[in-house]
Every structure is written in structure tokens, then in C-alpha cells.
């Protein structure tokens, strides 16, 4: 085999991956290794590469048959040899030089010495690569190229420089918390003196903790009254609604916006009304729609009572609530369809614009239920109250969420029934249906008073006189007390649940208690 001076006499193998200096070799007797030099060693103090340094140990002679250790090449790092003028050019061929290429001063070139694996220069050497050279053109194999060192990767500490806009766009991207981290730096960096830039992050911010809550997404029953207070603050209104008139505003407000929400399928959905009869409590079953006609039929006293239209007058309308209702579900040819809650929310609307023209002096005017009458200011408050527990009727019925009425509204509510608790305790007591009295007073007096405690929404305390209707309740005369929540009395009063259900705590004279909550109860109706 023909290496052009490459074969080593003895026939070792070649030493694979070792870098060779193309070109013809001579006698290794022609060339005085001594006068050769070694590679440059690494300035002191520089950062050392990641490959070892040779070993830089000069051989003491060469041997004629080719067993001196070579010259190891220098790290790829490290600056190559300068040939320059001296024996040592020699030995460096020029570049491009070929197998044929003669030297200039006539002398044939050294062959390669002979690799010797134990020499002291072996260590410098670097592992032989695995992966097969590639031939070239003209048959010699070339020098094998090591690698270069990659370097480290550069870590930099300084935020993301960005345009302006670019960091405007990523503002709701930044407060969903979805942008990285070198973003994250530099917007924040960004809103630090950037004012219209930080108030619309806080924007963006709030807004995100509104997606995020856990709480109802049911609009909250002061929302109406909020909105509007926050308008007439700004231009009030010409013609205010009454204060008193405002309860039954906001709750037929509220039913109309659950009827507006169901499909025309739910208004025939089954609706069980409940309330009390003496000492039992009692039903009826209807539809939605006829639920909403039960309500247009009794809020037509109060029309009657302003002078308007009553949608069931024709001559011979009673003015009992519950005849009333049988007369106009029994009038009705056909089972009442969403068709029904126009006419309510039209008689509704008259009723509240008639009351706001009428000024302060209709309050006071009379409002006859048959049995018994109540000023129009009452009627209203009686009339919200209704429309409340029958949206709820109605609500549990479709499975709507339903909440109770704020807590301003709530507490009259409450109050109108406490003021007729004597009035009622008293025809219980004409009936038979509760203890006779104890101690008679003069009206106007304190007399034995019943301290009814309402906790929670819309809550108070209220002394409730037990002997006499015209007897005044006071705190030095109470012979009792009943604690109640909110919700849980007006469900009594409601009929929705029983007198011994209801009081979540008791003191005192246990008979008084007992004739309190039942007149509570009887206050109900159809």
C-alpha cells in the first residue's frame, strides 16, 4: 500500500483521529528534532481551555529507526507556530502543498515518526473519533478536525427592552398572568413611569378578579335601588316615587324580570300556594300564570282605591282577596298563558305613576280587604310583601335563584306585620283560638308586651302588646321574648312553614309565646 512516506516500517496501524501534515515525508535521520520548537503554552492567568494541555517535554534524541516520541499539535485554542526564517520552516510545509511537492532548498521532508502509545506524550493526544472519515479526491486521507468548543451560553439579567405599544398590547395579557417572565419584568418596569399604562393595568386587574370570583352570579336585589339612587343623585327625579311606594316597585321590578327570563313551556309549570286557616295550614295548586292573575286580581283594590281601572269590576266584584281570585280564575276560559303578565306589569306601572302624581295626601287613603282595611301606604307595603312570596312560590317552581328583598325593605315588611300582630292576637281571641286576657289597660297604655327579637336581615325589636290592641308594647311590661331570623318570620307570616317550626328561641310566659305565633301564622292568605 502506497502512502506517499505515510506506512511506518515496522507496519503498526495507523493511529485514527491523529491530525498529520499532508504531504511526502522524508528520513526521520534528516531532520534534527532538537532544533524544532514547541508549541506557545496558554498566557498565564487566561481562562484554560476545556480539552488538556500537551505535555511540553523535549525528546533527548531520535532514534534512526523512528522511535522518537513526535511533536503533539498544540490545542485548537492556542496560536499555530510561526515558520519563520530558521532550521525550524523547514520542517512546516508550505500550504497547499501536494504529494509531489518538492521542497525549495532541494532536501527530501522527514517522514512521520511512529506513533509509541506508552510515550510520555500519549496523554496530550485525544481519543480517536469513532465515525468514518470521509476520503478525498486524491486518495490520501485528510487530518481529522476536532470540534470547536461551543461556548456557554450567555445569561443576562437585564428585562426585555420593548416598544410602548408592544407593552400596551400586552397589559391584558400581563394581568391574566400569561406572559413570561422576561415580559412580566419588563411591563412592570414599563408601569412603573408609565401613569396611563399602570391605571389601565389596575383596571385590567380588577377585572380579572371579577372572572375569578366564586360568589352567585345572580344580580343583587339592590342593584335597581343603587342604580337609581346614583341617577337621581346626578338630576332628581321630577316626579319622585313615594318612599312607602318604593317596596312594591322594587319587587314587582323583580318578578317581572324572572317572568321575562322563563320560556312560554315554564308558565304552565305546577305552583303549590300555601298559607294558614285557623290552626292548619292549607294549599292550592295553579300554574304560574295563574299565579301572576292572582296577584293582578287583588292589586286591583289599590286601583280601586286611586280611582283606576279594576280588571275584574263588573258590578258585582267582591273585595275579600281570596274571593276575588277564585272569580277571576274561575272567569278565565282558558288556563292564563304568558299573555297575563302584560296587563300585571301595565296595572303596576299605572299604580306607581298614579301614587308619585298624587303627592303625600293619598297615603292615608283607605284600602278596603273586606274583613278588614288598611291605608294605601300599607296596602303597598302588603302588596310588595306578596309579590315577594309568590316570586318565590314561582321561583322554586321553574328552579330559580330568588333572593330575599333588601334589608330596608325587608324591615318594613316586617314591621307592618309586627304593628298587626294585636289586632290579629286579639280576633284569636274572640274566636276561642288563644288565652283570655290578662291585664286590661286604657288604650294607650303600656300593658304585658311580647319582646319579638329579628335577627339578621332586616332586623330589630319590636314589643308587641298581648292583652289589648289599643295597649302600647313596652320593654318594662315584656312577659316573653322570641328571637326569629328575618327570612324565617316573614315566611311565617307567609303560611310557609308552621308556628312550632319557627322560633329559633324562647323565653318567658310559654302561653303567650304559643298565641303570638299562631296570630303570626294567621296572618296568611291565599
Known sequence: M????????GGEEEVRGARRIPGPRGAADDLDLASVPLPPLPPPGGT???EAVPEQSQPASASASGD???????DAGAPEPDPGPGPAAEAWPEAGSGPEAEPADGHPRPAAPEWDPTGPAAEAWPEPDPRPEAEPADGHPQPAVPEPHAPDPLVSSAPVVLPHQVLKALLGAWALS???????AAVEDHLTGCAPCADEALRLRDAVGLLHTDGSLDLDPTLRTRVLDGCFGRRPARIPVPE??????AETARLDALLRDIGDSEWHAPVRLQWFEEERQVSRRTTVAGVIGHLMAVDGLLSAALGLDDPLDDGKTPLDPTERTETYWSATRRPPTRAVREPWRAQSHELIRTASFAGRNVAETSVSYG??????QDAALDRAFECWVHGGDIADAVDYPYPAPSAAHLHRMIDLAARMLPAALAGRRSAGLAGPAKDLVAAGAPGRSLHLEIEGHGGGDWYIALDSPAAVGAPERAVAQVALDGVEFCRLVAGH???VEAAAGQEGDREAIRDVLFAAASLSRL
Not at 522518537?68 to 498544540?74: D, K, L
Open 244 to 249: 312607602w311606594a318604593a317596596p312594591y316597585d
Open 68 to 74: 522518537a516520541p513526535g511533536t503533539p499539535e498544540s
Open 178 to 184: 400569561a406572559c413570561s417572565a422576561e415580559e412580566t
Open 371 to 376: 274583613a278588614f282595611a288598611l291605608p294605601l
Open 48 to 50: 484554560a481551555p476545556d
Open 2 to 9: 502506497t502512502g506517499g512516506g505515510r506506512e511506518s516500517e
Open 497 to 499: 312553614i308552621s308556628p
